[in-house]
């Protein structure tokens, strides 16, 4: 089993994703956060920090773009490949309704026949380059996604990761397993399953009903507990040492490279939204993290939390 990060706008920017490398290594490829190309602009200085080599050594690297515009795919694509990139990575799947009013992102496949214009577009123009899509089902119903597995099959595609819900489920209601297994069948494309594999139980569960998907894609999974893929692998859980250790990585770097501790802060809380279950009466810590406005209070809370805590059980 091959097992990818998923990206997490504003969360598994470079510096986490250094730090989780560090601790909970065997990650087979790390997926950054999309870029959105506007016009005929270049990447920004924050977008290129992003997927700069020296940040990211060690880790096999796929950029992400989200864009519906061809030439914008095309121009960014081949940017990326200048810093050393032969791989990109179509976004296809974020339900955000401010990316889908656009006609960005799962709001794309509403659209397939300007999609499959797009993508007709983009492996003309970059037939050297291995592009992934990263999809929802559709915009509105699961059915949409017999015309898009038309489209997709049409062309090269280097893996196609399937997220089984469509953008209107945002992250509620169950992943559509009955449709993602009939895209097992009639996709001609290597299939990355993502969506809700939470627990090494969940894992394994899904393990046993698609003995044949070999590569799986965690993304809040890997919030909730940083340890999972270790746990999964080798049957150990996750010590607390550990996680500390992760922790004041991500800490000591975003205070080099941010400015100020209320930006540090909100990156640290953003963490903690989805990690604080992991602990033991968690959520009087939780309180006073969110509260905190200085890095000295904020330090104090997770102390105590670490000290006074243990790890939740997780099958």
């Known amino acids: 089993m091959k097992y990818y990060f998923a990206p997490m706008e504003g969360i598994t920017g470079y510096v986490f994703r250094n730090a989780y490398s560090s601790h909970f290594p065997n990650m087979d490829k790390y997926f950054a956060a999309f870029i959105s190309p506007n016009g005929a602009r270049k990447m920004n200085s924050?977008?290129?920090?992003?997927i700069l080599p020296e940040h990211n050594k060690g880790m096999h690297l796929v950029p992400q773009i989200?864009?519906?515009?061809?030439?914008?795919?095309?121009?960014?694509?081949?940017?990326?490949?200048?810093?050393?990139?032969?791989?990109?990575?179509?976004?296809?799947g974020c339900p955000s309704p401010t990316v889908v009013t656009k006609k960005k992102g799962s709001g794309f496949l509403a659209y397939p026949e300007e999609l499959n214009a797009f993508l007709e577009a983009v492996f003309r123009e970059l037939p050297d380059m291995k592009i992934s899509l990263k999809?929802?089902?559709?915009?509105?119903?699961?059915?949409?996604?017999?015309?898009?597995?038309e489209i997709y099959n049409q062309y090269p595609i280097e893996?196609?990761?399937?997220?089984?819900?469509?953008?209107?489920?945002?992250?509620?209601?169950?992943p559509n397993l009955e449709m993602f297994r009939e895209a097992t069948k009639l996709s001609r494309h290597k299939i990355c399953y993502n969506g809700d594999l939470f627990t090494?139980?969940?894992?394994?569960?899904?393990q046993e009903a698609f003995p044949e998907t070999k590569t799986v894609m965690l993304?809040?999974?890997?919030?909730?507990?940083?340890?999972?893929?270790?746990?999964?692998?080798?049957?150990?859980?996750?010590?607390?040492?550990?996680?500390?250790?992760?922790?004041?990585q991500i800490l000591t770097e975003y205070r080099k490279v941010l400015y100020g501790d209320k930006t540090v802060l909100f990156k640290m809380k953003e963490i903690w939204s989805y990690m604080h279950p992991l602990f033991t009466n968690s959520e009087k810590y939780w309180k006073k993290i969110k509260k905190a406005q200085k890095i000295s209070d904020y330090e104090i809370t997770v102390a105590s939390l670490f000290r006074e805590q243990e790890i939740v059980p997780v099958s």
Request: charged share 35%.
């Open 135 to 149: 999809t929802r089902l559709g915009k509105e119903e699961p059915e949409e996604f017999y015309r898009l597995l």
């Open 200 to 206: 090494p139980k969940s894992l394994k569960k899904f």
């Open 66 to 92: 989200l864009t519906n515009n061809w030439e914008a795919f095309v121009k960014t694509a081949r940017e990326l490949k200048e810093y050393g990139y032969q791989e990109v990575n179509l976004n296809l």
């Open 46 to 50: 924050k977008e290129v920090n992003d």
């Open 159 to 174: 893996e196609l990761i399937i997220h089984p819900r469509v953008q209107k489920d945002m992250y509620a209601n169950h």
């Open 219 to 248: 993304g809040r999974g890997i919030l909730k507990n940083p340890g999972i893929l270790k746990e999964i692998k080798t049957g150990e859980k996750t010590e607390k040492e550990e996680l500390r250790s992760f922790h004041d």
